[in-house]
């Protein structure tokens, strides 16, 4: 599942046992910069995500991931929603990156990802 939220772009999958299983019960949340890992444990800073080391998992297609229980994950992706307060994500995000000083990166790649869903709607 992708998940693009003003605090960056996630990509949610189950985890792995150590046996090479999936384990349904673990969400591994992927990330292509660790910035946006990083945002989302300083939004939820209680919870077992902002205890989550980060790791660095370098030649991979999601650099930085993040492991936490699927129950946790799914009351996160609630408070998300219902902290939304916008009419424009796109906008939002950028508020929130300027407001955070970050770089314009994400913006710009999500109106890329805009665009190539405009696509779809032709």
Known sequence: MWIFTRYGFVSAACASKPDGTIDTDTIMLRARSRKHL????????????AKATILDSAGTDYRYRAIL???????????????????????EAGRY?????????????????????WRLQK
């Open 69 to 91: 229980p699927k129950k946790e994950w799914a009351i996160l992706l609630s408070e998300l929603a219902m902290e939304q307060s916008w009419s424009n994500f796109k906008n």
């Open 38 to 49: 990083e945002n989302l444990q300083a939004r939820f800073p209680d919870t077992e995500l």
């Open 97 to 117: 990156a300027r407001s955070n000083k970050e770089s314009s990166g994400y913006i710009d790649a999500l109106h890329d990802v805009w665009s190539v869903m």
